[in-house]
């Protein structure tokens, strides 16, 4: 398995902007469908955007369309996650995730990833 580490997080006004990273070691990224999850207290873990294998079909939940933007560099291993117009209900751990099976098209399914990283705090204040 690849392993993530995710970082980027912090406390933000509403209305500023974030840029998540999200680097990976021990196989290439190229072979992975990549996805962005969140999850909020008390809730589950929701779908937020996802990208093919070699940047291809950029997804995201309709909460989050027009505000966030999915990217990846492959040559650096890393996928980011530019988050703009924040909101206090995208308060939120933000997970990258890996997807080996379907690396062209991202699942918008936690099912569909098979890597997870640990995590980074995105707190938004009102």
């Known amino acids: 398995q690849v392993q993530l580490v995710e970082s980027g997080g912090g406390l933000v006004q509403a209305g500023g902007s974030l840029r998540l990273s999200c680097a990976a070691s021990?196989?290439?990224?190229?072979?992975?469908?990549m996805g962005w999850f969140r999850q909020a207290p008390g809730k589950e873990r929701e779908f937020v955007a996802g990208?093919?294998?070699?940047?291809?079909?950029?997804t995201y939940a309709d909460s989050v369309k027009g505000r966030f933007t999915i990217s990846r560099d492959n040559a650096k291993n890393t996928v980011y996650l530019q988050i703009n117009s924040l909101k206090p209900e995208d308060t939120a751990v933000y997970y990258c995730?890996?997807?080996?099976?379907?690396?062209?098209?991202?699942?918008?399914?936690?099912?569909?990833?098979?890597?997870w990283g640990q995590g980074t705090q995105v707190t938004v204040s009102s």
């Open positions: 990208i093919g294998w070699n940047g291809a079909f950029p």
């Open positions: 021990g196989r290439t990224l190229s072979n992975y469908a």
């Open positions: 995730a890996a997807a080996s099976v379907r690396p062209l098209i991202p699942a918008r399914s936690r099912d569909g990833y098979d890597s």
